[in-house]
Structure formats: C-alpha cells, structure tokens
C-alpha cells in the first residue's frame, strides 16, 4: 500500500475499539520493534489476544498479518536511523548464528524477488538499454556500489553509457542536461531514498527520456517516474541493506543484453582480450 500505514493508523485512532487502541498506541510508539514482531508476541505485549492483533490488520485492509507486518516493514525502513537499524538487527538475530542467519535471509530475498519481478518489465527493459541512444545510470549513497558495477559491465559492451557521479546535486545535472527523447536512466535506489536520485528520475521524465527503475516497491519515491519497474526484496543487515537480490537483477539486466547483442560483444570482447594481454592487465601466471 502507497500510504504509510502510520499515519492510516494516527488518523483512525479514535474509531478503534480498546484493545485496537493499546495495539495502535504500541504500533506508533515502537514500530521499529513491532514491524519484525509475531502477532502473538505483540499481543502478549500489549495485553490483547493474537486474534485480536491479527483481526487490527485486517480492519486496516490487509489480507492478514504477514502482509500488515510486511507493508510496515517497507514503511519503516526509511524513517529508521543508523543506530535503530543496529538494534533492531542485533534484536531479530539474538543469539543466533550471524552467518547463517544473514546468508539465509539473503536467499530467501532473491527467492521472493523471482515470485515477485514484472517479467514483461525485464523483457522491455533490456530492449529499452539494447536500442538507447544514451544510457545514463545512477544509484546514490550505498546503491552508487550497483551503479558501479552495472556501469563497469555495459561499459564493455555499450560506447554510449554514461556513469552519473551525484557528489553534488549541480553537477548532476550538469551531466544530465543532454539527456533526451530516445535516452534511457537506469536509476537504482533503496532506503534510505535520497533526495537527489528522486530529483533525477524527475528529470529524466520531464525530458521524455525512458526511466528503468530499479528499487524496492510500488511505493518507493522513484517508482511513480519508471516507465519500467524492477522490484528486489531489500531488507536491514545491521546499519547496512541487504543488497544481494538487486544486484541478481542487474546481473540478469548484463546476461539479457549480451544474449541479444550476441556476435557484437563476442567480436569486442575478443579485441579487449588482445589489448588485455598485451599490457598484462591481468596476472596469467596461474598461481
């Protein structure tokens, strides 16, 4: 759901019924401990039963629990700070394994990302990158690491990518203002959003360039200016997001153009290979 559920819940708070109210008072005091919370132990918190909790959610025009829990965890993600997102981490975990806990968090990302992609999307996307006449790519703060990588990658097989660096919203646009009818962004952003790619995909649409979007939900700031929207499941590894299930994405977004490039990138890639070995760029002693 688009509209964030705190304020649903701040505005109908007097409609709710007792046991709603200390349900509604924990949600607003404590979400970032009650969005990773069971309906039982919120209950059990509260003073309420978990059919009540569950029956709360419902009342709020969710499915059921897990949907409440999971549209108010993608609400949060981006009001929490730093230090909350440490401890809610350190909270989740508990005594666990950390390794296993994080590794299997992260594959259980990328399955759901599969479950849940725009497969139509996907396919328009690559056509869209395959026929640009420029292909501008963008990702700020802790997204810039996918811009990177997915910039290196094209790089190898477009002459026409331009890697927008963000360190100052001026000369963003600086490097922006060419950009046109025919052009495509790929903008990646993921809580906490920033301010500036927001401003960028702005643009981008405003110039009639084509945006591929590639963040976390429907409701993310930038996904109402995609014309393509790529959803990866993100969630908080400590003060850090979990970035694994986007990146599976941009490495199918490289995998799905070079497929339809096909003898084109073999033929510049053999060329690279000559120029590699000819300056040594890469250590061939096998050691």
Partial sequence: MKTDILGRIKQDFTSYSKGQKLIATFILENYDKAAYMTAAKMGALVGVSESTVVRFATQLGYAGYPEFQRSLQEVIRSKLTSVQRIQVTNSRIGDGDVLESVLTADAEKIRRTLEGI??????????????????????????????????????????????????????????????????????????????????????????????????????????????????????????????????????????????????????????????????????????
């Fill in 118 to 287: 725009d497969k139509v999307s996907f396919d328009q996307a690559i056509k869209k990158i395959v026929d640009a006449k420029n292909i501008y790519i963008i990702g700020v703060r802790s997204s810039s690491s996918l811009a990177g990588f997915l910039n290196f990658n094209l790089r190898l097989i477009f002459s026409n990518v331009h890697f927008v660096q963000t360190t100052s919203g001026s000369e963003m646009f600086e490097q922006l203002m060419h950009m046109g009818e025919g052009d495509v962004m790929i903008a990646i952003s993921f809580p906490r959003y920033s301010k500036r790619i927001i401003n960028a995909v702005e643009y981008a649409r405003s110039v009639k360039a084509d945006v591929i979007a590639l963040t976390d939900s429907p409701s993310s700031p930038i996904a109402e200016y995609a014309d393509q929207l790529l959803t990866a499941q993100s969630d908080m590894a400590s003060f850090v997001d979990s970035l694994v299930a986007p990146l599976s994405i941009i490495n199918a977004i490289i995998v799905g153009v070079s497929r339809v490039k096909g003898e084109e990138i073999s033929r510049q890639l053999e060329k690279l290979e000559g120029i590699w070995d000819e300056y040594e760029v890469y250590d061939k002693s096998g050691k």
